[in-house]
């Protein structure tokens, strides 16, 4: 493969942002909730390149035959590999794209395709795009792009603020993560926070059930967090962590109270044994790590009393898409109150829309 932008590239990031920018300068895009990838497409050619740098080539066989059916011979793309499912997306599904069986590939690149949307152009046959401007490259991505079909769609854009402000708020249920802004003179920084991204913040009052130790030593690492669903049973919705190494050890001495005879009656306490359900109803702490298996998943069981509020952007089915932040204590809240009533899930709108906007 030769090409004026060789692999691997790392992509461009963006710094995070509590509204959406306004100005003359602006353009914006939906923030696409998938695996970043950045396509190099020389001839016959063609490698996924991911967000760490990773191959993605070998799990999405199906996205690889649609660049070469529909981008040019000679390019790089930068852009977003989503799996959309009726009318929003599915990032549980996309997970499961990432197998070590070439059988279980392949029958998932049938049974749950993949798409690529197309961002930003990098390359173009022997032309490097990386100095050029935003708003130059985006209009010869689409020209570049203009007879692509799907799976492969060019992302939605526009220099309106108030339509960047819809997408913000109306198109959340179809999956989308929020919105991206660009500015027009903006040249391609590889893992350089320039783009700004605004995303979804909510707060819920989760239960502490657990928690795991750090990997430098005996602090804490994240705390496990969970909910009770409509049968009463308490579900593992996923963590809170990222605290500063001296709340990390102050969190020693604040869970010490609830650890005793912590797992005498667990809900969790054949997590072991159980196995997470494709339609992700039961989830416990203990599955093994899909990205990697070696992982210690190891947990200290909590008794299930202790309360903390915590920031999240979204959901994915019944589980935090993300780390939690955490907020603070909550112990004027009853444990057995926090059930998944209390968050917020957005109206489901039509993904249509927003492709190829």
């Known amino acids: 493969m030769e090409l004026p932008v060789q692999p691997p590239v790392k992509p461009m990031l963006a710094k995070p942002a509590t509204k959406i920018p306004t100005g003359d300068e602006w353009f914006y895009e939906p923030k696409w909730d998938g695996f970043r990838c950045i396509v190099f497409r020389d001839g016959d050619e063609v490698e996924l ?11 999405f066989p199906e996205v690889v035959a649609a660049v070469k059916a529909n981008l040019p011979r000679r390019c790089v793309v930068d852009g977003e590999i989503i799996v959309p499912r009726g009318d929003r997306l599915h990032f549980e599904a996309l997970l499961q794209r990432i197998h070590p069986a070439q059988s279980r590939i392949d029958l998932l690149a049938e049974q749950t395709p993949a798409s690529f949307v197309a961002f930003d152009l990098l390359a173009l046959g022997d032309e490097s795009l990386l100095e050029a401007p935003f708003g130059d490259r985006q209009a010869r991505l689409r020209t570049a792009l203009a007879d692509a079909a799907p799976p492969i769609h060019v992302s939605g854009i526009t220099r309106d603020p108030e339509t960047a402000q819809r997408w913000f708020e109306t198109f959340e249920g179809a999956g989308l993560d929020g919105v991206v802004a660009k500015a027009a003179d903006l040249p391609y920084g590889p893992d350089q926070r320039l783009m700004t991204k605004v995303k979804h913040v909510r707060t819920a009052d989760c239960i502490v059930a657990g928690f795991r130790w750090h990997k430098s030593g005996p602090i804490v690492g994240s705390l496990l967090l969970g909910l009770y669903d409509d049968a009463g049973d308490l579900q593992h919705i996923g963590v809170a ?9 102050e969190l020693v001495e604040e869970l010490a109270p609830y650890r005793a005879e912590a797992l005498d009656g667990h809900p969790w306490q054949d997590w072991a044994n159980a196995q997470v359900q494709q339609n992700g109803e039961n989830r416990m702490p203990g599955a093994v790590s899909r990205w990697n298996a070696k992982k210690d998943l190891s947990w200290v069981p909590l008794r299930p009393e202790l309360v903390v509020e915590i920031k999240y952007d979204q959901l994915e089915g ?23 009533d209390q968050l917020d899930v957005p109206v489901r709108y039509d993904l249509a829309e927003v492709l190829d906007g």
């Open 49 to 59: 390149g991911s967000r760490n740098e990773r191959p993605l080539t070998r799990y």
């Open 241 to 249: 962590a990222s605290f500063p190494m001296t709340r990390r050890a």
């Open 318 to 340: 019944r589980r935090l898409r993300h780390t939690g932040q955490f907020l603070r204590w909550r112990p004027d809240r009853d444990a057995r109150s926090c059930t998944y």
